[in-house]
Structure formats: C-alpha cells, structure tokens
C-alpha cells in the first residue's frame, strides 16, 4: 500500500467523519477514491479517535494542552492542512524549524482535537523516534 495514498484517504475520512476544517492537503497529486474505500477508511478514523480519547484524559485531565510547530519555510498558518502535526516539546518544533524561534508556532487546543499521539497505545513512531507528536484535527 502507498503511504502516501493511504494518508490521503484518512484525511478525506476524518473531514467526512468529523467535519474538519482546513484543506485536505494533497502534495499536487491527483487521486480518486470511491464512497466505500472512504466510508471503510471511516470506520477505521472513528476507532482510531474513540482510543485516543479514552487514552488522553487521564493524561491530560485538564482537556487542554499546548502544542509547537516549527516551520522551515514560510508557512501562511491560515492554509493548514485537516490534519496537522505538532509536538508538546518546544525543542522539537525549534529543530523543525532550523532553529529560527520566529518560525515556531504555539497553541494551546482542546484535546478533543487531538486525532492521536504519542503515547497513546496505538501510535508508532516514524523514522526520526518519539517527538512527542501529536496530530491534531483543524476546526
């Protein structure tokens, strides 16, 4: 399976299960998916939030947590994509960023934002190790 098309179809799932804001970013590319492939890739974001949620209130009890991005290019924060990642440590979003705090952004969110992340037990980590990533759905 191709990562990239796979990816593709969980944003278009979680804007049709959650009604997310934000564009459903592509990479230029071109793709068509059929009502059944999204709606089976529906049940699968409806699960993957319904342990997320369970899993991060006794992590974050507050339901509010704050969030870095760092940016290497100029980035209009206005045009982000439904799905985004951020991490909870100021010195990951710093690296991303080149190491230009005035490319670092910081929100704090709800975390009936929060898509999945790192801790949670269904994560897995890419090739760069724990960032303390989180992915967040756009409002």
Known sequence: ????????????????????????????????????????????????????????KSIHPSQKITLYKGVYDNVDQGKVGNLSSWTSDYEVAKMFAGGDKTKIFKRTISTEQVFNFHKSSIWKNGMFGDQKEYIIMEK
């Open 1 to 56: 399976v191709n990562t990239d098309v796979l990816l593709l179809l969980t944003k278009l799932a979680v804007e049709k299960e959650f009604k997310t804001g934000g564009r459903v970013l592509t990479g230029g590319e071109s793709y068509t998916f059929t009502s059944g492939e999204i709606n089976s890739q529906r049940k699968i974001v409806k699960e993957i939030y319904k342990i997320t949620q369970q899993e991060i």
